[in-house]
């Protein structure tokens, strides 16, 4: 790449940076100006409208503890979820309806903060939480290897021993002697415990509609389920006065499975046993897979879960056409697991000293369309127990912060938190990752001292020896008496001169004397035929432009000027 496309490349990259840096500063203040533009956002704890969480944040706020102070303050965060790593295990995430990915850091920063005390609420349906779940549970199925390579690294991991044990405090998080002391939860036997088996995690099934003909409002794809387990474990579940609740084209929680499969060999004709791993949904246990007396389709034989307290009916089923199920025109299909009680939602505690997983399998459950029928349902109910149970082992804190994801939800391009979270998400990976964050505040510099405007004017140095003050020259005096004299032969003749020493230059020049017009119009034609005019009309302009030289002085034309001097230009940047 020549010299002068080098240059213009390198421009057009430093306007575009500074216009979009601009875009990115100035969209949030613009947009803000607009009415209702700061609160129109979908599952945002300030919005109004149907979609918004400002009937939950109103709830929520009015809690007060026994001793009558505010028991919840509730917080958003915009940018990512290293902002974790501020809060020494108190308090709650709750992710709503994520829409954008989870980067590495942001992952590690969760499970930090679970390991220090803190709890995580996640409802989701068809967003991104998968990615976040994903590795929660693949660090405690390796959690031994895990622990011993950050013990080679400095870094203090509780191992599956010390979990076991109760007797680890991690980051701050409660010892099991403390819990026993100031909190009603009972944490012996872990149910994280028991996953290591079979079972290696759980998710959302992010593939089809849970519908349910046999509880809904108005159309089966939105249950109403009434399917819920009692069961009152303080701690532990959710449930406490709540009869119904509504859904609204939510999913269902699926469950990872590690099956052992006999595989024959016909190679070696033997059979030999082979592990894999298999997700299904999750579904109620009927008494009847234990006891063949018991009528498999007599729901009151059904084994109830404290852990998974929410499910649909015996007429439900996923729907994988997604307009259909929008239409109300949807039918199961033998392939869409008909027939069967789903599990909504899905409590984990986990280790004494670490947090708590909720999983709910629809975030329209927190909207104000829902929450607002407190006649109808008991959603409103649901959340406040739900807030109450994952925060229940954190004692001593006069407030407890429920932290609000807002930066991985959808956001159209009119939000004005668009923008702000997007430069607040950059800013925080380039200063997380440790490779390259400490090199940031110097790239920084360093750019930013190239891009942005200087505070004095350019003050040429080769027209006048006078440097002059700040933001002044004598380039714009020196032009004007150029016009008024018609003296256009010394920026002609610096041209020409400029255009003489790169040819001489040129390996390809073979003539004896570059300044000849001839020899001169002979190369250019002979290496840039098709940008060249004849070579005689060539010839004889750098005739005219030749006596120029000789005499800049004399006074000709700004006509005449501008002929020679785009010729000259022209061929410069040519031969860049």
């Known amino acids: 790449m020549s010299t002068s496309k080098a240059s213009r490349l390198k421009r057009y990259i430093s306007v575009f940076a500074i216009i979009l840096l ?30 918004g969480l400002s009937i939950v944040r109103n709830d929520l706020e009015g809690v007060k503890t026994s001793g009558g102070n505010q028991k919840y303050s509730l917080t958003t965060t915009i940018s990512n979820l290293n902002v974790l790593n501020r809060f020494n295990g108190s ?31 996640i409802a989701d349906d068809f967003g991104t939480g998968n990615q976040i779940l994903g590795p929660i549970f693949d660090l405690f199925e390796n959690l031994d290897e895990v622990c011993a390579k950050a013990a080679d690294n400095g870094v203090v991991i509780p191992c ?28 012996s036997g872990s149910f994280l415990t028991s996953l290591m088996g079979s079972v290696k995690a759980f998710g959302f099934n992010s593939t089809a509609v849970l519908m349910d003909a046999g509880s809904n409002t108005d159309n089966p794809a939105n ?31 699926s469950i990872k499975l590690r099956i052992t499969e006999e595989s024959f060999d016909p190679d070696t004709n033997t059979t030999k046993t082979v592990e894999r791993d298999v997700w299904q949904p999750l579904q109620k246990i009927s008494g009847s897979l234990i006891n063949d007396n018991l009528d498999a389709n007599d729901s009151s034989f059904d084994l109830s879960l404290p852990f ?13 056409d997604i307009l259909a199920a929008a239409e109300g025109t949807a039918q199961p299909d033998v392939t869409e697991w008909g027939n069967a009680k789903f599990a909504t939602a899905l409590s984990i505690p986990l280790f004494p000293g670490m947090g708590k997983l909720v999983f709910i399998a629809d975030p329209s459950i927190f909207i104000n369309r829902w929450t607002s029928q407190p006649d109808k349902n008991d959603n409103l109910i649901l959340i406040r127990n739900i807030m109450d149970m994952a925060t229940d082992h954190q004692v001593g804190d006069p407030t407890i912060p429920l932290i609000f994801d807002f930066g991985h939800t959808y956001q159209p391009l ?30 920084a510099y360093g750019y930013g001292k190239r891009i942005l405007p200087k505070n004095r004017r350019l003050r040429p140095i080769l027209l006048t020896k006078r440097r002059g003050q700040s933001g002044h020259s004598d380039f714009d005096k020196k032009l004007n008496e150029i ?19 790169k040819v001489r230059g040129d390996p390809r020049f073979e003539g004896t004397i570059a300044k000849s017009p001839k020899e001169l119009a002979k190369f250019l034609t002979d290496h840039y035929p098709s940008a060249m005019p004849s070579r005689r009309e060539l010839t ?31 061929l410069n940047d040519l031969l860049a």
């Open 160 to 187: 599956m021993d010390d979990l076991l044990s109760g007797d680890f405090a991690a980051g701050g998080g409660l010892t099991q002697n403390q819990l026993d002391a100031n909190s009603t939860a009972d944490y």
């Open 483 to 501: 016009k008024i004299s018609g003296g256009y032969g010394e920026p002609i003749s610096i041209l020409f001169t400029n255009l003489i020493r």
């Open 308 to 320: 998974f307290p929410l499910y649909s009916s015996r007429s439900s089923w996923m729907e994988t």
């Open 540 to 570: 004889n302009q750098f005739k005219i432009i030749y006596r120029i030289s000789e005499n800049p002085t004399r006074r000709m034309s700004l006509i005449a000027a501008k002929k020679h001097l785009a010729l000259l230009k022209r």
């Open 22 to 51: 601009f875009v990115f500063s100035m969209a949030p203040m613009v947009l803000a100006l607009f009415p209702n533009a700061t609160t129109n956002n979908r599952f945002s704890i300030y919005n109004t409208g149907y979609d």
């Open 91 to 121: 308090g709650a995430l709750v992710i709503i309806g994520p829409a954008s990915t989870f980067q590495a850091t942001e992952t590690f920063s969760v499970l930090l903060y679970l390991l220090r005390g803190g709890s995580l609420i």
């Open 223 to 253: 249950p109403l389920i009434t399917d819920i387990d009692p069961s009152d474990i303080p701690g532990m579940t959710f449930t406490q006065g709540v009869n119904k609740v509504q859904m609204e084209y939510g999913s269902i929680v």
């Open 414 to 443: 009119t939000s004005p938190a668009l923008y702000s979270t997007a430069l607040l998400k950059l800013i925080g990976e380039l200063s997380m990752f440790p490779l390259y964050a400490p090199f940031v505040p110097f790239m």
